[in-house]
T-cell receptor, first 112, second 110 residues
Framework: DADVTQTPRNRITKTGKRIMLECSQT?????MYWYRQDPGLGLRLIYY???????NKGEISDGYSVSRQAQAKFSLSLESAIPNQTALYFC???????????FGPGTRLTVL | SQQGEEDPQALSIQEGENATMNCSYK?????LQWYRQNSGRGLVHLIL?????REKHSGRLRVTLDTSKKSSSLLITASRAADTASYFC??????????FGKGTLLTVNP
């Protein structure tokens, strides 16, 4: 089984709808991250959490919110989706003493 | 804003040749990492080099870091068609967050 899983893998929705993307990990890592990837722009950090009680905004948090339900679960919500939130979304994890990040397979979100 | 900037944006080579990608960054770092992404998939960590290191090897990968020039290079030797992917550098600063560049798309032709 994959260490970092994301659901759904693909989602098409309409403008104004509320969407939740979920991330689960079995690596036992404290730190979790949400990124979005747009063509030609690389990855940009949306939110990150260094432990269950710690939530921090990243580079592009406007229009997004997160919830860290447990050490293993970190959800990203779009309260009212808009077309420019169409992107590939990645969850990642890292350990407290480990510098590298481990990525999920991504969620392709299309907002019509 | 992106911390790292890869160069070139795209690189096409023949199987067996070496591929070199460069990364420049702007502020001080704890470490610099290289990741690989196959089309539309998650990123996979390749190698990490700390700010006090100058060169590191892992299999066919060689990474150099020049902190005075704020630059790094990734060399893939004896490239294979399976190396075709996008390669990203990412810098970790004092806040323990990674900042990614826009990537280099490497195509290795059989």
């Amino acid at each position: 089984d994959a260490d970092v899983t994301q659901t759904p893998r693909n989602r098409i929705t309409k403008t104004g709808k509320r969407i939740m993307l979920e991330c689960s990990q079995t690596k036992g890592h404290d730190r979790m991250y949400w990124y979005r990837q747009d063509p030609g722009l690389g990855l940009r950090l949306i939110y990150y959490s260094f432990d269950v009680k710690d939530i921090n905004k990243g580079e592009i948090s406007d229009g997004y919110s997160v919830s860290r339900q447990a050490q293993a679960k970190f959800s990203l919500s779009l309260e009212s989706a808009i077309p420019n939130q169409t992107a590939l979304y990645f969850c990642a994890t890292s350990g407290r003493t480990v510098d590298t990040q481990y990525f999920g397979p991504g969620t392709r979100l299309t907002v019509l | 804003s992106q911390q790292g900037e890869e160069d070139p944006q795209a690189l096409s080579i023949q199987e067996g040749e070496n591929a070199t990608m460069n990364c420049s960054y702007k502020t001080s770092i704890n470490n610099l990492q290289w990741y690989r992404q196959n089309s539309g998939r998650g990123l996979v960590h390749l190698i990490l080099i700390r700010s006090n290191e100058r060169e590191k090897h892992s299999g066919r990968l060689r990474v150099t870091l020049d902190t005075s020039k704020k630059s790094s290079s990734l060399l893939i030797t004896a490239s294979r068609a399976a190396d075709t992917a996008s390669y990203f550098c990412a810098t970790e600063g004092s806040n323990y967050k990674l900042t990614f560049g826009k990537g280099t798309l490497l195509t290795v032709n059989p």
